[in-house]
């Protein structure tokens, strides 16, 4: 795919939807950062249905660690492996407030070194709370990337990689949210929706016939 037509994708995608956004209710940098944790391997909704009861009494690395392990599970055990999610929060809470000053840090390895933190979480609380030009690439973007042929990769840095290098830097701040609204609701992995796509003409996905 040449430079002008990723270009006339983002333009379009743009004009469908000029102010994108991630789709967790979150009104601070901590917030969003609990909201990111407890959304692997969980759906948005699932999760703000939890966050909704929790940020109203606890919303600050202090309030989090004094429900406990135990009390955060009451407010998030409708999500999947709210267990294991429950450790790490408070885990993650007591180093933000020992290390950071009960701040989220603005550095990839600080994020990266809170438990369950990873890659992908880093990059979105990077992109979408600090406006770093990161790229936070989940089932949704790794699956568009590729079916397009926007940006290619046999892994989600490889294709992390190649958007951060191909995408047109004017879009870049927002490629992301688009990308993720794209695959979410248009690119669906088992059967995409070619004929209602606004990008249609541009992807170069093989089997798009079959979907017209």
Known sequence: MNKEKRTEIFTRLRADNPNPTTELNYSSPFELLIAVILSAQATDVGVNKAT???F???NT???I??????GLKEYIKTIGLFNS???NVIKTCRILIEKHNSVVPEKREDLEALPGVGR???NVVLNTAFGHMAMAVDTHIFRVSNRTGIAPGKNVLEVEKRLLRLVPKEFLLDAHHWLILHGRYT???RKPKCGACIIEDLCEFKQKRDYL
Do not use: N, Q, R, Y
Not at 65 to 70: E, F, I, S, T, Y
């Open 65 to 70: 660690l004094a429900l406990g392990v135990d």
């Open 120 to 122: 992908k979480t880093a």
């Open 187 to 189: 690119c669906v992995a």
């Open 85 to 87: 999610k429950a450790e």
């Open 52 to 54: 909704d009861k929790l």
């Open 61 to 63: 690395p202090e309030s």
């Open 56 to 58: 109203p009494v606890a």
